[in-house]
């Protein structure tokens, strides 16, 4: 009897093991069907002429005529569900859109890296290069993403009024220079008096059409 009962044990715990291995490989098979990245941008059975562009595959034609309404046959990507007019579900459909590249497209339709690393008030005035990425539901040919020169726009938090208004009422003591960062100047004005008053009245007049802005490069707000 207990010949037999210790094959039977064997057997037993082989089963187990083999049981397991099974379970294991079918989490494995789970864990493999993720999730695509492109889902987090596309809603659920929505219109599917109003996807975002990641959410569809599109045969684009580079041939058409800039500046002209254009159609594109697409088709969604897997996994995404969408509808027609008729809220009927479907994977094939027609896009209106416009012939253009998308680095063509109107700047209220991108958004670009910003950089603070220059100066907004030179001459001649300073660029840097940004990265634009095209908005979701903004719809061109080529890359989404593309470089492009942009004009130095930032700004420090620096108020143009403030600065004026110092200017005028406290200008002679360099006041407005002091707010500006621009310690050098503003100690200048401070122990000439704003240059006898001559100073101060320059200042009035760069500060108020502009030219004279923050020491760190920025634009007012």
Request: overall charge positive; some cysteine; charged content about 20%.
């Given at each position: 009897m207990a010949a037999v009962v210790g094959p039977l044990q064997a057997l037993h715990y082989l089963c187990r093991v083999l049981f397991f291995f099974w379970q294991f490989c079918i989490l494995l098979g789970d864990e493999s069907t993720e999730i695509p990245p492109y889902m987090m941008k596309c809603p659920s059975n929505g219109l599917c002429s109003r996807l975002p562009a990641d959410c569809v595959d599109c045969a684009t034609?580079?041939?058409?005529?800039?500046?002209?309404?254009?159609?594109?046959?697409?088709?969604?990507?897997?996994?995404?569900?969408?509808?027609?007019?008729?809220?009927?579900?479907?994977?094939?459909?027609?896009?209106?859109?416009?012939?253009?590249?998308?680095?063509?497209?109107?700047?209220t339709d991108y958004e670009c890296s910003s950089y603070t690393g220059c100066m907004t008030v030179s001459c001649p005035r300073q660029r840097y290069h940004a990265n634009c990425t095209v908005r979701d539901h903004i719809h061109c040919l080529g890359n989404r993403t593309f470089p492009k020169m942009l004009y130095c726009n930032w700004t420090g938090g620096y108020k143009w009024s403030t600065a004026l208004a110092l200017s005028i009422t406290l200008g002679g003591f360099g006041a407005d220079r002091f707010y500006l960062g621009q310690w050098r100047e503003g100690l200048g004005k401070l122990f000439s008096f704003g240059g006898l008053g001559i100073w101060t009245l320059i200042d009035v007049l760069l500060i108020g059409v502009g030219y004279v802005g923050p020491a760190d490069g920025s634009l007012y707000i």
């Open positions: 034609n580079f041939s058409c005529v800039y500046g002209k309404p254009v159609t594109f046959d697409c088709t969604v990507k897997p996994s995404v569900t969408c509808v027609d007019q008729d809220f009927k579900s479907q994977r094939n459909f027609i896009i209106n859109m416009t012939c253009r590249f998308c680095w063509q497209l109107p700047e």
